[in-house]
């Protein structure tokens, strides 16, 4: 793998990559690894978190093994590196190292500013050959975003209702919803309850031919 430069520095090694943007995620249900920062830095997900029916209120990043102190920890350095001049670099060469064919950004967390939804297009850019998806609450950072700039082929953006049982629809976008029973959902329903809680074969999420995603209330 041909080395990525940035402001004269090469990284050479994952302990180099992982010393700038800390480690990828792994989660469970991914066919692939991922990128986490922590929930309570979510910009509009955070405000979403202290209103009842919406999928933020209940939110999964916020319970559980997500409030263990070393994931805690792993989710603050990751979100402290976002910054960093290399950051770039560093993701496309931990990405490219683990040979994943998709990739989800976020499992926890959400877009902070243009310039990370742009870091984040510029790794799909640079990795042509990976298929990204990103959910999203940044409806707002994503349009202004298409104002200047083309989102990647390769990078499926979804938006997020915001609101249990209301899917989004008539969009130019992707989307994304959260319901409490499969008859209210739209478009495709996330397989993976009857699946032991695994992607298995599907790849919906990342396919720009999907036009909502539907997962059921967990």
């Known amino acids: 793998m041909q080395d990525l430069i940035i402001r004269n520095q090469t990284i050479t090694n994952k302990a180099m990559a992982e010393s700038i943007c800390h480690t990828l995620s792994k989660p469970g249900k991914m066919p692939g690894h991922g990128y986490s920062i922590p929930a309570s830095k979510c910009k509009t997900g955070s405000k979403l978190a202290k209103i009842p029916g919406t999928p933020c209120y209940n939110c999964y990043g916020m319970k559980g093994r ?6 805690q920890t792993a989710l603050m350095k990751r979100y402290l590196s976002l910054d ?16 994943d064919t998709h990739f989800r950004w976020h499992d926890v967390g959400d877009i902070q500013d243009l310039n990370h939804l742009d870091n984040i297009c510029q790794v799909a850019r640079n990795l042509p050959d990976v298929q990204f998806w990103l959910p999203t609450e940044e409806r707002i ?7 200047t700039s083309v989102i990647p082929d390769n990078l499926t953006i979804r938006i997020s209702s915001g609101k249990i049982d209301v899917c989004l629809t008539n969009t130019d976008y992707n989307t994304s919803s959260v319901v409490t029973t499969p008859l209210n959902a739209a478009g495709h329903l996330c397989p993976a309850p009857k699946q032991g809680n695994q992607c298995g074969t599907c790849r919906a999420c990342w396919d720009k031919e999907v036009a909502n995603v539907s997962y059921l209330e967990h």
């Open 66 to 71: 997500y409030r263990f102190k070393n994931v």
């Open 84 to 99: 960093h001049p290399q950051w770039v670099s560093a993701m496309t060469y931990l990405i490219a190292k683990t040979k």
């Open 141 to 147: 950072l994503v349009k202004q975003y298409q104002q």
